[in-house]
């Protein structure tokens, strides 16, 4: 350029005006090229500025002077002092747009001219394009760079893969990662510290050079500030000038021993858990731990990661599996000593258990023990409960061989036999000479010397004893002892058993001889309920039908093999169509009864009205005579007839009393009508003889009534009027309308009412019939002169009124009669009184309608007391009627 | 001019008598049916003060005159004594729904029909 003009200083400046940045500052003075790494924003107002924002060439001829005119404020550039000339032309991409500018500068004004603009315009052309092609290049080099580096991490990434699942061993695996952390960063040295949270130290598992740390550096993870950050951050940690850090303290005095300035400190993380931490040294050096360094770091971690979560789960089985090896064969050891130990037993009991005979056992045992242990002599001793004694059921000597006997062991009492018994325990005497327990006999064999006795226990009952001698002294060892033990409890079980099975063979034998006794039995009764006239059906306690006799069948209308042996259920199921209308309310009143005889075990009596069909049925409990139940037996009446007639019975009543009621409205009617005179004057004795006619046509009219009465008792027609009743007022009202009557016949008529009697709830006119009654009855059947005491108190719930008179009484036989119907009871009075026998009964009634009770107590010719009882909290019927009271009801009073 | 009654009764007897009691020991003119019908007729034509009616009469019963004797507004509050030989309370309840004032139960005794009819209307003796 000097070639072709004064060019003191050019400089070129490359920016970035969109993010308005400076990216590069390049100046040549005086032929010497210099960088310039002002990176930053463009200075505003300077050169850079205005020619990027104008877009135009500038030329200044004189800069000083002009500078102001420009607005430029930038001083001097690049040069040693500031140009006076200058131009300065935009460097314009291949899309017009600007990227920079360039500038040629002198120290001489008016050194340039338009010219010179546009050569300068040509140049930065030139520039611009050879500047854009040096970018292209160095972009497409950066990215082949960039590509180079992906493979080789996805290089790393695969051979690290590789190793790491290629192997469960975790030490190779720490080896593994601590070597290839060292490549990727050209680490001086790097190790592996693994955290132990429960012993709260961070122990060194690998190291690339090493130094003998591994299993020996231990680090407290409490206070150490990298695994603090692992735990808040879980990223590595880069300690740049690591002895001048603060944090690393501890550590600045083993740093600069080893000279190292740079740390790069990793997490190993399983899980999200971190579980320990590579630290790679790095001593000084420049450049050291790039970006891309510290994330291949991160990779191999995460790659490795996985691998070791696996390895640790082997190692882990493994251990369990080294434990359980370990525990099986300790195990097998032990079996296999029990298991000869039991071989021995089993040659004793395979022998035994085929026996059910207690001599052949105890023989068999003492034969085998003997055999078993090595000794020629022992015995069997077992109890007879019977005589309380125990007896030697097996002996076994070297001279007579094994015999049975039946000789009872009479050793004196403090004997070993007792002992051992009474202990449940074995015992074994080493010397029988020595020992003060053996109780020394006149005919003790002089070869016994050394003793071993064990109890036979079945169920820690005391069987009998197993004892066993020897001619050598402390023959016997617990060994033996054991074995021993084990025989004689296997012994006793199969002694026991045998026993049982005499017993349960005992039993057998009786029950099959009973069950024969009642299986004749069961046949009678059964040819018994078979033809009795009633139907009867029985229950087992699973309401299966054991019995279900001709009657039944025949009372409802049902084959005998569609219920019997079945489910109480089938009758219901039974048949179709009109069948099946009377077999559900049948089974419904079945099974009700059956549950309700159930629940209260008493008989539960139910009236079951089928079409056209009614059956009375009595369900009972069957128990034996030890109170247990058995079932339930039913039987079946079919009452339709009854019914039919009783019903015919009732109605011919309730129409005869009714047609009679008219013919006696005229008799008495036109009686009255005599007797008032109303057909002219009568006579004395025609009065009289009217008056006997009106009195008899009266009784045949309370007759009528009465039977009325009953008929409507009967048909369950009487509905009760509850109302809260003053009986006291009650009482004395008819007390007061009998006082004519009882002043005729000089009676004395006692009233004894308990103050402050609760009130009844009651029906008036019904309770004023019972108390006429028994009032009217009291006076007639009462002497002239006698007495009569109304009582009312309460008692339990029940307010009681006795009605006693001193009359002519009832003679005892009489007394349960006296309330049935039409009875009158005998007595000099009967005649003279009249009645028609059924007062007492209808007074009855009505008060059981209400809840309440009547009886008779009486002495003959001192007097009778009738009582009759109302509750005192009587419920009040839903039903209560009290329609017809608007009309006045003058029935009752005429 | 003494009151007029009307008695209905299908037995002569009983007619006779009742309406002889209420002549007798009553004063009162009595107007006498010998059934239903009749007393339906009779009671329209004559509008007596009171009327006695047997129960159970045939073709129309007490029940049915009182029924419709209550249709007619000149005879709307005529007391009607109905007599009857039955009296259980379903029938005392039909009477009421029927219109009757009273019920009485046969066999009666005259003095007290007497009674109970000079409570409505006043007898002459």
Redesign the interface.
Known sequence: MNRYRRVDTLLLSLCDPAANSLLQLMTVDHGELRHDYARGPIPPNSYTDIVIRTGAPLMLRNAPQEQAFYGIETALIGGEREPLALVCVPLLNTFGQRFGMLSMQSYTADEYDLRDIDFLTNVAHQIALNIQNATLFKQSQEQVQQLAAETERLELINRVSNWSSATTDLRELFQGIVNEMARATNADQARLLLIDRVRGLAICEAELHDTGAVGQLALPIAGNPAIEWFDQYQTPMLVRDATDDPRFQAAHAVWRASNIRDVLLVPLLVKGEVIGSVGLDMQPRPCSFSEREVATCVTIANQVAQAIAHARLFDQIRRFNVELEQMVAERTAALTAEKERLEAVHTITTALTASLDIDEIVRKTLELAAGAIGVPRGSVLVRDPMRDLLIYRAVLSETEGLSATDKPFDLPSGNLVEWTLEHQQGVMIADVREDERWVALDNTPPEIRSFIAVPLLAADVPLGVLMLNSPQPGFFNDEHMRLLSTIASEVAITVHNAELYNYINEQATRLAELLQVQREETGKNRAILESVAEGVLVLDEADTVVLFNRAASQVLHIADDVVLGRDLRSIAEHGTGDEQERALPLYAALGEGVRGARQQSDPVNRLLELPGQTIDLTITPVTTPDGERVGIAVVLRDITREIESDKTKREFISTVS?EL??P???????I??LL?G?AGPISDLQKNFLQVVKSNADRL?SLVEDILEIS?LENG?V?LHIKPLNLPDLINDIAVSLKTETERKRMQLTLEIEPRLPVVEADSKRINQVLTNLLSNAHKYTREGGQITVRAFERAGFIQVDVTDTGVGIPPDELPKMFSRFFRANNSLKEEVGGTGLGLSIAKSFVELHGGDMWVTSELEVGSTFTFTLPVEQGRPAQA?D??R??????N?? | MSAKILVADD?P??LF??A??LR??GGYEVIEARNGQEALDLSLAHAPALMVLDVQMPQLTGYDVCRQIREHAGMAATPIILLS?????SE??E??AAG?????????????LVE?VGRFVPARR
């Open positions: 009714h009621r008219t006696l409205t005229s008799v008495k009617g036109y009255d009508l008032l109303t009219n409507r027609k509905k009627e329609a017809h608007s009309i006045n009801e003058v029935a009073v005429s | 037995e007897d009983v008598m009742t002889f009691t007798q020991l030989a039955k009296g259980q309370a005392i309840e009477g009421q009757a004032t009273m019920y009485m139960l046969k066999p009666y005794a005259p003095q007290q109970e």
